[in-house]
């Protein structure tokens, strides 16, 4: 069975700080791994997504992040984090029978 | 496409009443998911279709849940009785090759 999981559940930053959030899978086959944002009362949406090739992702809004295989990672960075990034971050992977399975999240807050 | 389409946005309903919340999924997607979130459990799959036929139902909380999807381009997902413990917002997404496109969601509260 294939599941992710977050290591930080909450983070504060204060703006201008780098941001990295740790995300782990366990699958043994072939992965497509993904990033999604939830800002406050809205739905998950797509920040970036990892099918092949180039291990280093670049999504939306200067984030990026990194396929590790052998560390079965794929953590989410962003260099200088917004006010505007508080939100939760959702990483998610697909094996097998393409189900998507979430982590359980993390709640960014960035403080001006 | 519009996008995955929820309804209704927001439900208020009195304990024991049924509710079905409604999703259209984007067209030429195969898998449709129902999720709900909370505060206190995060967000929780309830149940997934594969080309309209339930895979996995295992999180479906209780028998009071149940879910349908009639046919490719529609969805329900029904409580009955509800509960006052039911209030959440529920989340429908379609995917394709494993990307899941979310709906707006229904916040659903259960007084």
């Known amino acids: 069975a294939q599941s992710v999981s977050q290591h930080n559940h909450h983070v504060i930053l204060s703006e201008a700080a780098s941001l990295e959030l740790g995300c782990n899978y366990s699958?043994?086959?072939?992965?497509?791994l993904f990033w999604y944002v939830q800002y406050p009362g809205q739905h998950l949406q797509l920040l970036l997504k990892?099918?092949?090739?180039?291990?280093l992702v670049k999504g939306i809004k200067g984030f990026e992040a990194e396929f590790i295989k052998s560390k079965f990672s794929f953590n989410l960075r962003k260099p200088s984090v917004q006010w505007s990034d508080t939100a939760e971050y959702f990483c998610a992977v697909t094996g097998g029978y393409q189900k998507v399975t979430f982590g359980i999240g993390t709640k960014l807050q960035v403080i001006p | 496409d519009a996008g995955v389409i929820q309804s209704p946005r927001h439900e208020v309903t009195e304990m024991g009443q049924e509710v079905t919340l409604r999703c259209k999924p984007i067209?030429?997607?195969?898998?449709l998911f129902w999720y709900r979130q909370t505060m206190m459990r995060g967000l929780e799959l309830l149940i997934y279709?594969?080309?309209?036929?339930?895979?996995?139902d295992s999180g479906m909380p209780e028998d009071r849940f149940s879910a349908k999807m009639p046919n490719a381009s529609f969805s329900t997902l029904k409580i009955q009785p509800s509960e006052p413990r039911d209030s959440a917002v529920y989340f429908c997404a379609s995917s394709f090759r494993g990307q899941a496109f979310f709906g707006q969601g229904t916040r659903l509260t259960v007084v």
């Open positions: 699958y043994g086959g072939t992965v497509n």
């Open positions: 067209s030429g997607h195969d898998y």
């Open positions: 279709f594969n080309n309209n036929v339930p895979i996995d």
């Open positions: 990892y099918f092949s090739g180039d291990p």
